[in-house]
């Protein structure tokens, strides 16, 4: 069949009158994220903004058009130089993939096809489909499980509360609710889980304090005796354990919670099994990573990202669940306009619409598949492992720097330490001094009311270290102690990027404990 020729634009049309003009500047526009990319070592990591450029995004909503290359400048020069930089090397503050310009060209194309992955019978869904597909390879995952693409783990965390519930509830739960269910359901997550496991027990409706906070081990894993405890416990009070979140590679240290143990308690308690792996997931990518994950094909559910180990541009969030029917039961609904129908494009069912709460949906699973394909799964496993030896490199330059002291084992990415200074107590004696059960509690666990006089020292030398530009570490709580914490998980990262964090940590230490006042005399 000859199509008509295409009428030009005119009325309400938004494209251009002549395309030339539009394509020299798109040209332009992508060099300039080419060069952005290319020298981002020449730049530094973060720059706060200046009031000005600030006050400019203050400005009413525009009635007249203007140019798009004066939409560019703007970007160019309000815009991209202060992002928060995790694009960039010295990136280290929280765990944000570095994206690759792969990637970004891959977005481009996505954003150009503008397709909704709601459903219909179309190409793209196929493509998420695949990325399922490899997924369940890759986690040993029966035929029979199913995947979803969202914004992000916190998004997948609580798609997977809702499947467990559905498995726990059945599907009647979605018309009554959870108030007039009894016995009352509860979950268990250790207590350096990521917060957004209790968020998505309060979005689902069965409350926060229906979520068991279990302690770690010195290594801040779950404590699996003081979870038998905990399931024992809430039996005998007649509720019922529907629910055990385990975490791989947790959010202030990168612990890797006893995932096989955890499926047996998960097994003898009649519980749903899920795995935050927001980032550590991806570890089973390397083969020299894999084992530190076994158990995590046992698990009912996982949840991850692709956007940080994975370096796909954001956002790319996924949520694989073992039972398919399950999944597809928690979310699935029917309507006249979601009618499915054997051809046309109303046919290719079941659609993602129907394994989450989202119809509008971006073609996120383009931008992971072209990562996948172009630069394949071993690739990407070793750009992973990479990150982990970058880790255990500024581990041991902790360790050999008698100013600093590291405050956790680093398990996989995560570098957890403080500047003390010759003659400090250690980080025990800290804690202990503040509150000694914080050392068996969560990372954050243990924080008194007023910091200490090294937590402001650590507080401040972060701050500086980020102004400087040099280096973008966080801070977290660790035992108690403010900790300096570095997340290696930007594929570009080298371990003379995190010298470069060192040597600026012990420079703005020693000025900043010059600085200091005398402490007052003990009485």
Partial sequence: MTLPPAAPPSGGSLDPVDWTDLRAQGHRMLDDMFDYLAGLRERPVWQPAPAGVRAGFSEPLPRQPSS?????????????????????????????????????????????????????NQIPVEVERQITRWMRELFNFPEAASGLFVTGTSMANLVGVLVARAAALGRQVRRTGVAAQTPRLVAYTSACAHTCIAQA???????????RLIPVDRDFRMDAAALRAAIAADRRAGLQPFL???????????????????????????????????????????????????????????????????????????????????????????????????????????????????????????????????????????????????????????????????????????????????????????????????????????????????????????????ESGIAAPSTTRVNGVLAIRAAIVNHRTTPADVDRLCDAVLRIGAELAALAPEPEPIP
């Fill in 244 to 466: 055990i979140a385990g975490t791989a590679g947790t959010v202030d240290v990168g612990a890797i919670d006893p995932l096989d143990t955890l499926a047996d308690i998960a097994a003898d308690a009649g519980a749903w099994f899920h795995v935050d792996g927001a980032f550590g997931a991806l570890a089973m990518l390397s083969p020299a990573l894999a084992p530190l994950l076994a158990g995590i094909e046992r698990a009912d559910s996982i949840a991850f990202d692709f956007h940080k180990w994975g370096q796909v541009p954001y956002d790319a969030g996924f949520i694989l669940v073992r039972d398919g029917a399950t999944h597809r039961a928690a979310f699935e609904a029917s309507a006249a306009y979601l009618s499915r129908e054997s051809r046309g494009m109303a046919a290719d069912s079941p659609w993602p619409c129907d394994y989450g709460p989202d119809l509008s949906r971006g073609f996120r699973a383009l931008k992971t598949w072209f990562t996948l394909t172009v630069y394949g799964a071993d690739r990407l496993g070793a750009a992973i492992a990479h990150t982990c030896d970058v880790a255990a490199h500024l581990a041991r330059r902790v360790a050999a720097e008698p100013a600093l002291e590291l405050l956790a084992p680093v398990a996989l990415n995560i570098v957890c330490f403080r500047y003390r200074g010759n003659g400090d107590e250690t980080a025990a004696d800290d804690a202990a001094a503040g509150d000694p059960a914080a050392t068996r509690g969560a990372p954050g666990a243990g924080a008194v009311d007023a910091l200490s006089a090294s937590d402001l020292l650590n507080a401040a030398i972060a701050q500086a270290v980020q």
């Fill in 68 to 120: 798009l290359e004066a939409a560019h400048g703007r970007f160019m020069r309000d815009i991209l130089p202060y992002a928060v930089g995790n694009a960039h090397p010295g990136f280290m503050g929280w765990v944000h993939g570095g994206g690759t310009a792969v990637g970004m060209l891959a977005e481009t194309l996505a954003a150009g096809l503008n397709a909704n992955l709601g459903g219909r």
């Fill in 201 to 211: 027990m309060d979005i689902t409706g069965l409350g926060s304090d229906a979520l």
